[in-house]
């Protein structure tokens, strides 16, 4: 096995959390003269953001704090979640504060889980599976599409969701927002680097696929509406597995097991879609599934 990674001092935790405060308190105050000085702004937003957010995440694999730790980590952060929902009507301030309670309820919660791997050739499949649900989940009308167009569903997406700094929006008339992050997104990205991490494996580049990948989906939610949201999980999921294929050592019956988990992921996946949209009445299918329903 390989060694694992010399921890890390606060520094790699603690920088990260304050370049997302200053991002989330200090971009909304910032001039935007112009929409063409919107977009660069929020590339260059959106860039930094994302980093602060996979920093966090990675620099706290990377204190390989023990358990106790870590439950009074997700504990506290739980704690502060609730008390900044609480407030939330009375101070605007706490909307900002319970997106980094929310983002450290995610991570700890994410680190704890990947302690429960066992073993390096885990992370492999479970990034695959992952990504295939979270394609379902967001491309065909899964669990995460319905939460977020379902009215019924839409206020408990907002308490799950990490709010991202809004560029602008206090002092210029031209402003853009980052798309939300979910709670999900938060723990796996969290739970792979912690396995990572442990499993001494390629954390640097690992971190850095996951960085890109996020934040293309997210630019392209912001710069690209014609395109379809692209699941954030997949790039988690491609950014663990990818750079770190020669950690994964199978024999020739495990590449066979893997090969019908594949291929049995992929068919209760379909199935599930198929079952989930037939239940639904036409009003709160997916916009394809609606326009075909249409043409019948």
């Known amino acids: 096995m390989p060694s694992r990674d010399a921890s890390a001092n606060f520094k790699s935790w603690l920088g990260p959390l304050l370049l997302l405060a200053v991002l989330q308190f200090g971009a909304p105050f910032v001039p935007i003269p112009s929409v063409p000085v919107a977009i660069a702004g929020i590339i260059v937003l959106t ?19 023990s358990l106790p730790v870590l439950v009074a980590g997700f504990v506290g952060c739980g704690l502060a979640y609730g008390v900044t929902q609480y407030l939330a009507r009375s101070f605007s301030l706490t909307y900002a504060l319970q997106n980094f309670a929310l983002l450290g309820l995610g991570t700890f919660f994410g680190i704890l889980i990947s302690r429960m791997i066992r073993h390096a050739n885990m992370i492999g499949p479970i990034g695959v599976m992952v990504a295939l649900i979270d394609i379902w989940g967001v491309l065909f009308g899964g669990i995460v599409s319905q939460l977020l167009t379902n009215k019924s569903t839409q206020g408990i997406a907002g308490h799950v969701m990490g709010h991202g700094p809004r560029l ?3 002092s210029s008339k031209f402003h853009l927002a980052l798309p939300d992050i979910g709670i999900g997104d ?8 912690g396995a990572i991490v442990h499993f001494g494996m390629n954390w640097r580049a690992s971190a850095i696929w996951m960085w890109a990948g996020v934040s293309v989906a997210l630019l392209a939610i ?12 997949l790039f988690l999921g491609a950014g663990a597995v ?6 994964f050592q199978f024999t020739r019956e ?12 992929v068919v209760l996946t379909i199935g599930l879609y198929i079952g989930f949209t037939s239940m ?11 326009q075909r329903a249409q043409r019948k």
């Open 280 to 290: 639904l009445p036409k009003d709160q299918m997916p916009a394809r599934e609606t």
């Open 222 to 233: 912001v710069l690209l509406p014609f395109v379809p949201a692209l699941p954030g999980l």
């Open 168 to 170: 602008g929006a206090a």
């Open 47 to 65: 860039l930094l953001y994302v980093a602060g957010v996979v920093g966090f995440a990675l620099g706290v694999a990377r204190q390989q704090w």
């Open 186 to 193: 938060y723990l796996f990205l969290a739970l792979f680097l």
């Open 254 to 265: 495990e590449k066979f097991a893997l090969l019908y988990a594949g291929i049995f992921v």
């Open 242 to 247: 990818l750079p770190n294929l020669k950690y």
